[in-house]
C-alpha cells in the first residue's frame, strides 16, 4: 500500500507511456542489460546501507564491544532507553528542535522567496549570498557562531552592552550557551540560519512556475494582494511546501553537526538529538548497542514523516488545472 | 454586481500601473531583502574579521569586535606552519571528494539510466528503494558501518585512513545522484536514442555519446552537488578517522585546533573562512546549476 504510493507519486515504471510505446516495448520483450546497470548501485546500497541497517538492528538487540561476538540481549536495550532520564530529555529535544526549526525555516523561506521573486536587480548576487550558509561546511560555519555565541567573546553581548540603543535596555551578559534554554535556541537558531535558503530557493522556483496568468485573472476581478497569496499562492505552493518540509523534518531530525560543535549535547543534556546521544553513547561510552538502539528510534519517525507528506501531496497535488 | 467588479478592475490596473507604485514596490522589496542578506552573511563576516585579527585585537575586550582595526595575516602564517591544514586536512578532503564523487557519479549515472529507459522486473521496486535509501540519513548508519569498515581492513588496510571515506560516502551519493540524474535522463527525447539503435549503436554507446551529452547540465550538478556534499561531510569522518594525518578539514579543525580551554580563535577562524572559500568560488562559477538541482531534487 505505502509503496504503490510512493510508485505513483514518484512516476517509476512505465505507466506514463504511451500505448503504442508500450506495446512495442512487450514485444520487444524486457530490457535484460538493465540488470547490469543497476548492478553496482544496487551492490553499494545493499552492501553499505540495507546491511549495516539490520546490522544496527542487531547492535540494538545484543550487547558486545565493536569488533568481537556479540550476544543476543532481546529488548533490554530499548527497555533501557524508555526508561533512561536523558534519552527523554533527547526525545522531546529534537521534537522542540524540528518543529521550531521547520516552523521557523517555512515561514522565513517563503518571506524570502516572495521577496526574491520582486527582485529584479542584482538576482545573482541576492542569490548566491542567501545561498551560502546551506553549500558551506556545516560544522565550519557553525564554529562562527560558537564565537558569536562564546561567553566571553559574545558579539551579542558585546552589543548588548555597548552598542545604543541596546545597551540602554540593560540587558546581558547571556551564556548563550551555558544555559539550558538558550542553548537550545542557539542550536535551534542556527540550523535555521542553515536551512533558510534551502526553503527559499526551492519554494522561490514553486512560485515561478505558477502561470501568470491566474494572478492576472484575479487582477482583473478586484483582488487584491494578500488574497491572491492565500487564494492562488499558497493553494498551488502546496505541493512544493509539502515535499521541502518533508526533507527538511527528516535532515533536522537527523542533525548532528550544529550540535556537536557549539554544544556537544550540553548544559545537562539540553541539546542532544538522537544523533548526537547515539554517538556519545555508542562512541564515547562504548555503548555500540545502546548506540544503535537509540538511532534506530529516528526510523519510525522517518517513516511517519514520509507516509504522511506523501499523502499530503497526494491529495494536495489534484487541485485539477 | 457587473460595476462593482469594473471599477475594482479599473482601481486595480490604475494602481498597479503608476511608476511610482513600482518604485515604491522596488524600494521597500530590497529594504526588506535587507535584514535576510545581513543574516546570512553575518557569521562568515565574524569569521573573515576575527581571522585578520590579532591574538592582543582579539583578547582586547574594549574594542569593538564587529571589525579589525588593523590588518595580519599571523593566523594564516600559524595554521599554515603549524598545523596540519593545509598539506593533511585539505589534501585529504580533496582526494576523497574527487574520488567518492567520481565513483558515484559514474555509478549513479548507469543507475539512473536505466531507471529512466530501461523496462525490466523489478525496475520499479529499485527505484522506490532508491527513494528510501536517499532518505536514510547518515547518523543512523555511522555505527554499523564501523564494523563493515573493520571487516573490509581485514582484507585492505582502510580503516583510520581517508579510503574508509571514499568507500563510505557513497552510501549518501549514489541515490542522491541517480535521483537527480534520472529526472535529466528522462527530458533527453527517446527518438534520438532509437536513431542511433537502428544505426546499430549499442546501448553503452548511446547513453555515453548521445544521452550523457545532452543531460550535460544534469551532470553537471549531479558532479556540483556531490563535491559538495563530500567536501561538507563530518560525521563518518569524525568517527572513522581518528589519526591526525589522514583527518578532512571540518573534523580536522573541531577536533585538533579547539585544544583546552583558551581557543586560538584567530587561527580557528582563519581555519574555516580557508575551507569554505574553495566552495564558494564553486559557486561563483556554477551557482545556476546547483539552484536547479537543488529544486530540482525537491520539486522533481
Not at chain 1, 529584479?120 to 564565537?147: D, E, H, Y
Not at chain 2, 543507475?111 to 535509501?133: C, D, I, K, N, P
Not at chain 2, 564494523?147 to 573490509?152: A, Y
Request: aromatic letters at 14%; charged letters at 10%; one cysteine or more.
Amino acid at each position: 500500500m505505502a509503496i504503490s504510493t510512493i510508485k505513483n507519486e514518484l512516476h517509476i515504471g512505465a505507466g506514463a507511456q504511451a500505448p503504442t510505446a508500450r506495446r512495442l516495448r512487450r514485444a520487444c520483450g524486457p530490457d535484460l542489460d538493465g540488470y547490469g546497470f543497476i548492478l553496482p548501485a544496487a551492490i553499494v546500497m545493499v552492501a553499505l546501507i540495507v546491511y549495516p541497517f539490520c546490522l544496527a538492528i542487531w547492535f540494538s538487540v545484543s550487547d558486545g564491544l565493536i569488533g568481537e561476538p556479540r550476544h543476543w540481549l532481546g529488548l533490554e536495550n530499548f527497555q533501557w532507553i524508555l526508561g533512561d532520564r536523558i534519552f527523554q530529555q533527547t526525545l522531546w529535544n529534537t521534537i522542540i528542535f524540528a518543529v521550531t526549526s521547520v516552523v521557523l525555516k517555512s515561514v522565513f523561506g517563503l518571506g524570502l522567496a516572495l521577496l526574491l521573486q520582486r527582485a529584479n536587480m542584482w538576482k545573482r548576487f541576492l542569490r548566491g549570498s542567501v545561498l551560502i550558509p546551506f553549500v558551506a561546511p556545516t560544522a565550519l560555519t557553525t564554529l562562527g557562531w560558537w564565537l558569536i555565541f562564546d561567553p566571553t567573546y559574545s558579539h551579542i553581548n558585546w552589543a548588548l552592552a555597548h552598542v545604543w540603543p541596546l545597551n540602554l535596555l540593560g540587558l546581558g551578559p547571556y551564556q548563550w550557551l551555558g544555559d539550558e534554554t538558550l542553548a537550545l535556541s542557539a542550536v535551534v537558531f542556527v540550523n535555521f540560519w542553515r536551512g533558510l535558503p534551502f526553503f527559499a530557493v526551492t519554494i522561490f522556483a514553486g512560485l515561478v512556475a505558477i502561470p501568470t496568468q491566474i494572478y492576472e485573472a484575479a487582477e482583473t476581478d478586484g483582488a487584491t494582494a494578500i488574497r491572491k497569496f492565500w487564494h492562488i499562492t499558497l493553494p498551488l505552493l502546496k505541493p512544493v511546501l509539502a515535499v521541502v518540509i518533508l526533507f527538511s523534518t527528516i535532515f533536522t531530525l537527523a542533525d548532528f553537526n550544529i550540535v556537536y560543535v557549539l554544544t556537544r549535547g550540553g548544559p545537562m543534556n539540553s541539546t542532544h538529538l538522537f544523533a548526537t546521544y547515539s554517538f556519545t553513547e555508542g562512541i564515547l561510552n562504548h555503548e555500540i548497542g545502546l548506540g544503535a538502539a537509540i538511532s534506530l528510534f529516528l526510523f519510525p519517525l522517518l517513516l511517519l514523516v514520509v507516509i504522511f507528506q506523501l499523502r499530503m501531496v497526494r491529495k494536495e497535488t489534484s487541485y485539477g488545472l | 454586481m457587473a460595476s462593482r467588479t469594473t471599477t475594482a478592475a479599473i482601481g486595480v490596473d490604475v494602481r498597479a500601473k503608476t511608476p511610482s507604485w513600482r518604485v515604491r514596490q522596488t524600494v521597500w522589496t530590497y529594504i526588506a531583502l535587507i535584514p535576510y542578506v545581513a543574516f546570512a552573511l553575518f557569521p562568515l563576516y565574524i569569521t573573515l574579521v576575527t581571522s585578520f585579527k590579532s591574538k592582543q585585537e582579539i583578547n582586547n575586550l574594549g574594542t569593538s569586535p564587529f571589525w579589525a582595526t588593523g590588518v595580519t595575516v599571523e593566523n594564516y602564517v600559524y595554521l599554515a606552519e603549524n598545523t596540519q591544514f593545509f598539506d593533511h586536512w585539505m589534501l585529504n578532503t580533496l582526494i576523497v571528494s574527487v574520488l567518492a564523487t567520481g565513483v558515484s557519479v559514474i555509478i549513479g549515472i548507469l543507475a539512473a539510466y536505466a531507471l529512466a529507459r530501461l523496462r525490466f522486473r523489478g525496475v520499479e521496486a529499485f527505484g522506490v528503494a532508491v527513494f528510501v535509501t536517499y532518505l536514510v540519513p547518515t547518523s543512523l548508519l555511522f555505527l554499523p558501518l564501523i564494523e563493515v569498515v573493520n571487516f573490509i581492513d581485514d582484507y585492505l588496510p582502510i580503516r583510520d585512513t581517508y579510503w574508509s571515506l571514499v568507500l563510505t560516502y557513497p552510501t549518501f551519493l549514489i541515490p542522491f545522484v541517480t535521483w537527480l540524474l534520472m529526472g535529466y535522463f528522462r527530458t533527453v527525447p527517446v527518438e534520438v536514442e532509437e536513431c542511433a539503435y537502428i544505426d546499430g549503436c549499442t546501448r553503452m554507446r548511446a547513453l555515453v555519446t548521445i544521452v550523457l551529452p545532452m543531460a550535460l547540465p544534469g551532470v553537471i550538478c549531479a558532479v556540483l552537488f556531490a563535491f559538495t556534499l563530500c567536501w561538507n561531510e563530518f560525521l563518518y569522518s569524525l568517527v572513522f578517522i581518528q589519526d591526525a594525518v589522514h583527518k578532512t578539514l571540518s573534523v580536522g579543525v573541531v577536533t585538533e585546533l579547539i585544544r583546552g580551554d583558551i581557543y586560538y580563535w584567530g587561527s580557528l577562524m582563519a581555519a574555516c573562512i580557508t575551507g569554505v572559500l574553495p566552495i564558494i568560488v564553486l559557486y561563483a562559477f556554477f551557482m545556476d546549476y546547483y539552484v536547479t538541482g537543488l529544486t530540482a531534487g525537491a520539486i522533481k
